[in-house]
């Protein structure tokens, strides 16, 4: 089963995944502006853009654990899938900034004063060397140990990213639990020995 | 001008009213209203049915449509999301209704709705509605003054606060089954607050009942505090001389304060109130400055002279 589904991937090219994953952003932007997201579209943007992103970090953070465990294929995706999540931070930071708050002192003052957005910010900017370096030159040029220690910087981005969520909803929700909890358990799982994998074989 | 908020739906793109009427407020309203109703489901534009008297404490602003104040609310009772209330608050039966008022009261007891309504002439108020989360719509209240309810109950000379409670019915209100808030919500006025012209028990909008989303049958509306101190679909008021619990300033004592007076000064510890955006304005819509009091500074300054706002958010 696996096998077969790793012959199927393998014949996808990843470009085909960044075409697919920009189009949510095109389609948000016209509905927004369409009357297609509610009275409120600037907060529908802002919070559907976030939420994607914890989507694709965590996407970006399974693909180890599904090659572990289930030796699933998809690292010729991951680089797309970090660098999609990128794109939809920058957005969604933009969007918060351009559409939402729009007086830049007021920016500087929430960065600052605002833990929820301090810890978002420091995420996002925590990304910027990830999306940077998101090339086969880079790897090169930083030499692959070096680049993958770099790289390690999704873990803490991840937690962020969740934390940041749990701390903006007012009063007590589940959901946001439920993202910064599956992105604890991914991010735990690399510590786990590869059991699984050598059980489903045998 | 600068910040003004246009809106490019009318009255024909208000949603008739057979479609959003239920069937048991078509038959409780009898033969008179159901003629409107006949009249408004065809010719498109809803019918005055409440027959709202006009106030002088309305401002003359432009108002929200009647989707938009319909379709974006907060009610957790019903669920976080904005759109929430708007599909699930259909379940909440709302006939027969009844608040009970007791506490410090000469005259306690259960009142029945029908009953409230027959004692006060009701009267359109439109408002100013500013929600903590720093967004903002005009809405065209229709209500009477909170004052004339509590008059008939009769306030007992020690009585210092009034404390408010929303009915809590988990088979009919999804949202109550997780425990965002300790419920049932509560919420709590000083008396003078109460008594307050400007502050009216609402039982309609843009002259059409309530629907459950906004606080079917009836509810609170203080329009110089924060939304969420607008209290909604109320069964029980009680007179008291301590300063009540109230459901967000039990979940956040720093976020959320008694008090909770509309401020540009005070800002909420994880965003700034100085400024809002009017719901309605669309995509590129300009923030527009937070007004002290919500604008009704004039008005109600008074209450809270040689307070420290900043210490009593």
């Known amino acids: ?202 | 001008m600068a910040g003004r908020w246009k809106s490019d739906l009318n009255w024909s793109d208000v949603t008739p009213k057979a479609a959003f009427m239920n069937r048991r407020q078509i038959l409780a309203g009898g033969a008179a209203a159901l003629g409107a109703t006949a009249l408004a489901g065809v010719s498109g534009p809803a019918q005055a049915t409440l027959g709202a008297a006009p106030s002088k404490w309305s401002m003359p602003l432009e108002t929200n449509s009647y989707e938009e104040i319909t379709n974006y609310c907060n009610y957790y009772e019903f669920g976080t999301g904005k759109d929430d209330p708007a599909a699930n608050a259909h379940m909440l039966t709302t006939e027969p209704w009844s608040i009970q008022i007791d506490g410090m009261v000469d005259n306690p007891g259960d009142y029945g709705l029908e009953d409230i309504l027959a004692n006060v002439s009701l009267e359109e108020r439109i408002y100013r509605f500013r929600c903590v989360e720093a967004w903002s719509m005009v809405i065209p209240w229709v209500g009477f003054e909170l004052k004339d309810l509590l008059d008939r109950a009769g306030v007992q000379a020690g009585a210092k606060y009034v404390a408010f409670e929303t009915v809590l019915r988990p088979e009919e209100m999804p949202g109550t089954r997780s425990r965002v808030l300790d419920w049932p919500y509560r919420e709590g006025l000083r008396l003078d607050e109460a008594m307050h012209p400007l502050t009216i028990m609402a039982t309609g909008i843009y002259d059409e009942p309530l629907l459950g989303q906004n606080g079917a049958p009836i509810r609170l509306v203080v329009p110089w505090k924060y939304g969420f101190k607008s209290i909604k679909s109320i069964v029980r008021i009680t007179l008291t001389d301590t300063q009540p619990e109230t459901s967000w300033n039990m979940a956040g004592p720093r976020e959320y304060g008694f008090y909770s007076n509309v401020n540009p000064q005070v800002d909420h510890p994880r965003w700034s109130q100085s400024s809002e955006r009017k719901i309605g304005g669309g995509l590129f819509a300009k923030r527009i400055p937070t007004l002290m009091f919500n604008g009704y500074e004039e008005h109600v300054a008074d209450l809270y002279a040689g307070m420290d706002l900043k210490a009593n958010y």
């Open chain 1, 1 to 202: 089963m696996i096998d077969s589904l790793n012959t199927v991937l393998r014949k996808l090219p990843p470009w085909l995944l960044y075409i697919a994953g920009t189009l949510p952003v095109v389609w948000l932007f016209y509905a927004g502006a369409t009357g297609g997201l509610g009275v409120d579209p600037v907060k529908a943007i802002e919070h559907r853009l976030g939420l994607w992103a914890l989507w694709l970090l965590i996407a970006t953070l399974a693909v180890t654990p599904l090659m572990k465990f289930a030796g699933l294929r998809l690292l010729q995706f991951r680089r797309a899938l970090g660098v999609l999540a990128f794109f939809y931070v920058l957005v969604h930071v933009l969007v918060w900034l351009v559409l939402d708050v729009q007086i830049l002192s007021q920016v500087w003052a929430d960065i600052l004063k605002r833990p929820y957005i301090t810890i978002g910010m420091a995420a996002f900017v925590m990304m910027l060397p990830l999306a940077i370096t998101s090339n086969n030159w880079s790897v090169r040029k930083l030499g692959a140990p070096r680049w993958r220690s770099l790289h390690k910087l999704t873990y803490p981005v991840a937690i962020l990213g969740g934390v940041h969520f749990v701390m903006l909803v007012k009063g007590w929700q589940v959901e946001p639990f439920w993202y910064l909890g599956v992105i604890v358990i991914l991010i735990a799982l690399r510590k786990l020995p590869k059991r699984a994998r050598r059980q489903a074989a045998g």
